[in-house]
């Protein structure tokens, strides 16, 4: 089947298999590495992703179902060189170590920043619950997030 | 894990889809969110010949109050129920369920219509739809039918709807008391599914309890009222004392406790009665 994604701002189509999981046309298909998959069970949100706007796990989404619609992968969040203050925040409150959570990690977070800009640390660890790290004990991420929602908050003042 | 291949269609129309429904017969599944579905076809649990993706008909997923219901599109999703202030408003029980489903990201597929008819025993949304009284909308190509919440699951991942059928929507008449309500569970700490989770609606009258419906899930096959607790209360002042004697009925009606990995069915049954006196207290506020 004939599908057309946007993908970070850039159109992407392709004849895919309706059973292809749009984690596997963005890793795949679209060369879009960033993207990882750790259960593939729809427990760890290493795949994690924006579809329209919305942070979603890829490994539970078919390609075909995400025909038309838009897509934001970590790929498409520094722009012109300069990070994304979510990833400036995992940088500078050392929110990875190994780094294999944190793509998802980084999405599930700007998908909660797009609901809540000043999320409190509690609201912080719910909107991260669906993302596993079997590194860092999470505080650092927590912290990361906080950093960038001040950031962020700073900029649209 | 990849699923077997299959067709897959995104009819635009209901009668389109009931269309595709009727070619394929039993050979064919019905996706919505797909989180309970697309699993399963992962796990090659099942290999439909076709997936039709009813995900793109439209109205199906509006949130509406028509005089005193709310009617709620069985796409919308429980990230869209969790978040309406409409609902927060007028039946807190369905957007504090709706909050506590899974997480942020499987809130944001999961749809309510996918989730009553998958039927998993230990899903959040029967307890507060059996609270709550709701009513089930189901279209059909003999035309539409509406299947009261008591009547709906029939056992184990199975509903009171037909193959060929479509749910459409979600009926709740708006509480008189909306706040006198709450839904407690005790999760699974991996998906967050309810080992035992127990929904309740009250209406109070000057302290004296004069309507009570309460839903459980994740204790038995299937879930239940527990009109047993519901009895105990109704005509009665509510005290903390009744609270804890109508709550240590809350399992009478299930014969079977379910016995798995997560919970023996021993603790389950515990839990059940703990369960509902903490969302009976939060309910009533005492
Ligand atoms: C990681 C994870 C954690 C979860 N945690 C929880 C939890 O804590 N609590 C909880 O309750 N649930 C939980 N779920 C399940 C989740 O809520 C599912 O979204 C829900 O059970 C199914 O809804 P869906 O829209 O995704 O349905 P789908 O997966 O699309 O469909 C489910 C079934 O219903 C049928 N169907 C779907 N829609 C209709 C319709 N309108 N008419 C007729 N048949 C239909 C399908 O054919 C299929 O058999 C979790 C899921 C995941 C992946
Ligand atoms: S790979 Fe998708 S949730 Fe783990
Ligand atoms: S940094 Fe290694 S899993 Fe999170």
Redesign the interface.
Known sequence: MKISLEINGKKHEADVEPRLLLVHFLRDVANLTGTHIGCETSLCGACTVLLDDAAIKSCTVLAVQADGCRVTTIEGLASAGELHPVQKGFWEHHGLQCGYCTPGMIMAACGLLRENLSPSEAEIREGLEGNLCRCTGYQNIVDAVESAAREMAGAVK | ????????H?PTSIEAALDLINQYGDDCKI?SG??SL??V??LRLAAPAA?I?I?RIPGLSSISLDRDRLRIGALATH?SIAASDMLGQLCPLLATTAHQI?????R??GTLGGSLVHADPAADWPAAILALDASITVRGSAGERHIAANDFFVDMLTSAVQQGEIVTEISVAVPAQPRASSYIKVAQS???FAVVGVAVQLEIDNGVCVGARIGVTGFAPKPYRASSTENALKGNPITEDLISSAAALADSEAADAMNDIHASGEYRRHLTRVIAARALRAAARV
């Open positions: 894990m990849i699923p077997s291949n299959f067709e897959y995104a996706l797909g989180h697309i699993p076809l992962k997936v993706d995900g990230a899974g997480d942020p990201q499987v944001n597929r991996a998906s967050g």
